[in-house]
């Protein structure tokens, strides 16, 4: 045990307070060939507030400096599955900090609901899960527990004070999806120690955003049905018959497609069910790809369709069943009753309507009489001059659309901004060599570079990949 505190001390030197810190054995999954890893555990002056740390520190050599890695979700836990591996590609130079955020598993507290296994039917009622969560939140204030100390900025003075336990003098911080909103309270009220932040697949802390990401869903499709159908990257078999994707999704309303799942009873997909799978793979930053094949897959080998489709789901669910009082805490803040309206019309391409109203009564009920957080970005605010940051966004991202990154121009100065107009959700992380379409392949390629540039001052980022830079800010 000695041993292993002076291999963090050796990663970390100068660390301010050992006595917030006990060191622990990492898990297996934070092995990595280009870092080596040590951990511990974080527990602030009150002693109510505690969670897992992982510093992974290079072995090629000194380390040009560290950088904070904020997880998305919310309820990612990078310190038990280890932090996206591109990132160890980006920061091979670099110390990286993981930490696992307050609320979830194996920090303290933590907020969780037992929703039970009703969870992965697909008939899985408003009323049955407004039941459930009822009998979460007694259970958690029995406990003295408080959901609503759970939020971006709370975490976000959760690094601060971790980055000083440590000892670090600057560090950056690399934020994805609501990883992103932490990393904002940091730029907007900047501690001392901020030297720059990456910002992937910007989530703004107060907005509400149900129009924008309705009409990312709708961009999506369209961009799917505009290759898959006018530009003929479908294969035949897939066209056969269909002009676009509605024509193609109706042949479900004749012959839903059917499926289990393991803990769960038969689930049916009619068009709109495929349409709204669909738009879903834009949460994956090769998303256009995935949905290209898996129509094509479900004309020449339905088996294969099906096990997407079932493992794609089955991994929704389970993140769902973890993390869900989190996620709600988090999307709840910006719950209004015009949701309902908002939601109520139909776009181009038909979704599950009586799905979003329940996502709304489950967000009303657990905000409640709770008042929002107040805006991040003021309707009259004057934009004020923040550390180097660079924003990167997905053209075609349902779950953080770009529009949300276009209004951090508002509030800050200093910000070099990419969009890419065909990539989905975390667009600096993934593998494009796998990746056939060129456009999406080449895309991927110009977000990493645009990463790699940020981080390495000798770089630069060449005239074709900055034609995906936006905004008159950076």
């Known amino acids: 045990m000695r041993a292993a505190f002076a291999a963090l001390a050796l990663i970390l030197p100068g660390m301010a307070s050992a006595a ?33 740390v992982a510093v992974f520190s290079p072995t090629g050599g000194k380390s040009k400096g560290h950088v904070i890695y904020i997880p998305g979700g919310p309820g990612e836990i990078p310190t038990r599955d280890g932090p996206p591996a591109d990132l160890f590609a980006y920061l091979r130079e670099h110390t990286l900090i993981a930490f696992a955020p307050r609320g979830v598993e194996g920090s303290t507290p933590h907020i969780h609901c037992d929703l039970g296994d009703g969870i992965w039917n697909e008939e899985y009622s408003a009323e049955e899960g407004l039941t459930a969560l009822r009998a979460c939140r007694d259970r958690l204030s029995a406990k003295g527990i408080d959901p609503g100390t759970v939020t971006s900025a709370a975490i976000a003075k959760d690094i601060d004070a971790l980055v000083r336990v440590l000892g670090v003098d600057r560090a950056g911080v690399y934020g994805i999806s609501y990883g992103t909103e932490p990393a904002l309270h940091l730029l907007a009220d900047p501690p001392g120690w901020l030297d720059f932040a990456i910002l992937d697949s910007v989530s703004v802390p107060g907005i509400s955003g149900i129009i924008e990401e309705r009409a990312a869903r709708e961009r999506f499709l369209a961009t799917l049905d505009r290759q898959c159908f006018a530009q003929k990257t479908c294969g035949p078999l897939t066209r056969m018959g269909n002009t676009d994707l509605t024509e193609w999704a109706a042949q479900f309303d004749a012959e839903p497609l059917e499926f289990s799942l393991s803990k769960g009873d038969v ?43 079932r493992a794609d789901l089955e991994g929704a669910v389970a993140f769902s069943d973890e993390a869900l009082p989190l996620m709600l805490e988090a999307y709840s803040d910006t719950f209004s009753p015009q949701d309902f309206d908002t939601v109520a019309a139909q776009g181009r391409y038909a979704t599950d309507i009586d799905d979003w109203r329940v996502q709304l009564q489950f967000q009303q009920f657990w905000r409640g009489d709770r008042p929002g957080e107040a805006a991040f970005i003021p309707e009259t605010a004057a934009p004020t001059p923040t550390v180097r940051t660079l924003i990167l966004s997905g053209g075609i991202d349902p779950a953080t659309p770009q529009e949300w990154a276009a209004r951090l121009d508002h509030r800050f100065t200093g910000l070099t901004r990419y969009v890419f107009p065909v990539l989905g959700h975390a667009v600096s992380l993934g593998n494009p060599g796998w990746v056939e379409d060129e456009t999406v392949s080449d895309q991927m390629l110009c977000a990493n570079a645009a990463v790699r540039a940020f981080l390495d001052p000798t770089m630069r980022v060449n005239a074709h990949c900055r034609r995906y830079k936006t905004g008159n800010n950076g």
């Open 267 to 309: 689930w049916s997909f009619d068009s709109t069910d495929m349409l709204d799978f669909l738009g879903t793979l834009g949460t994956y930053v090769e998303g256009l790809q995935m949905a290209t094949d898996l129509v094509d897959l479900l004309a020449t080998s339905r088996l294969q369709a099906l096990g997407w489709i």
């Open 20 to 52: 917030s810190l006990d060191t622990e054995r990492c898990a297996e999954e934070l092995t990595v060939e280009t870092h080596r890893t040590a951990c511990s555990r974080y527990t602030d002056d009150t002693g109510k507030i505690a969670f897992d």
